[in-house]
T-cell receptor, first 114, second 113 residues
């Protein structure tokens, strides 16, 4: 079984500041890792995913994440945030192989202030 | 870009009534899922569906729940007798075979009163 811990429930930052949203996972098998974003009153949109290969993954809207197997982490970063990045961000994990269920973290609410 | 479409966007129902939530997955996808998110809580897996049968279901997915793909395009979630605690946002998702990572619909907010 897999589990995901998102250490920060809320992260307030000022516009144009860098941000890191933390995610740690636990699994007894190899995993795929995902970050999803949920804007207010909307569904879940895939930001980026790690399946294999390079541990630094680039996604949409300037976000990137780094897979660290030894630390079982998959932190999300953006060098300069915009007001429009205000949203809830969910880290998720699935067992490798495809068509496996996703296990989500509790989410991090990112608020970008002017 | 292909989308997963869910209807209705919001449904209010009385406790004990049956509800059917509808989803149209991406047309060439083969794997289908339902998840739910109770307000303020994390997104939880309910059920996965492949080749016209349930692949996996969670403890939440008890006898009150059922899924169906009646006509090759729609994918439905039925709750037979709704309870107050079924109030949540329900997300449908689909996945292809060559590009891992679901596409989620925008959700149906179910309110049981």
């Amino acid at each position: 079984a897999q589990s995901v811990t998102q250490l920060d429930s809320q992260v307030p930052v000022f516009e144009e500041a860098p941000v890191e949203l933390r995610c740690n996972y636990s699994s007894s098998v190899s995993v795929y890792l995902f970050w999803y974003v949920q804007y207010p009153n909307q569904g879940l949109q895939l930001l980026l995913k790690y399946l294999s290969g390079s541990t630094l993954v680039k996604g949409i809207n300037g976000f990137e994440a780094e897979f660290n197997k030894s630390q079982t982490s998959f932190h999300l970063r953006k060098p300069s945030v915009h007001i429009s990045d205000t949203a809830e961000y969910f880290c998720a994990v699935s067992a490798q192989g495809g068509s496996e269920k996703l296990v989500f973290g509790k989410g991090t609410k990112l608020t970008v202030n002017p | 870009e292909p989308e997963v479409t869910q209807t209705p966007s919001h449904q209010v129902t009385q406790m004990g009534q049956e509800v059917i939530l509808r989803c149209v997955p991406i047309s060439n996808h083969l794997y289908f899922y339902w998840y739910r998110q109770i307000l303020g809580q994390k997104v939880e897996f309910l059920v996965s569906f492949y080749n016209n049968e349930i692949s996996e279901k969670s403890e939440i997915f008890d006898d009150q729940f059922s899924v169906e793909r009646p006509d090759g395009s729609n994918f439905t979630l039925k709750i037979r007798s709704t309870k107050l605690e079924d109030s949540a946002m329900y997300f449908c998702a689909s996945e292809g075979t060559t590009n891992y990572g679901y596409t989620f619909g925008s959700g149906t907010r179910l309110t049981v009163v």
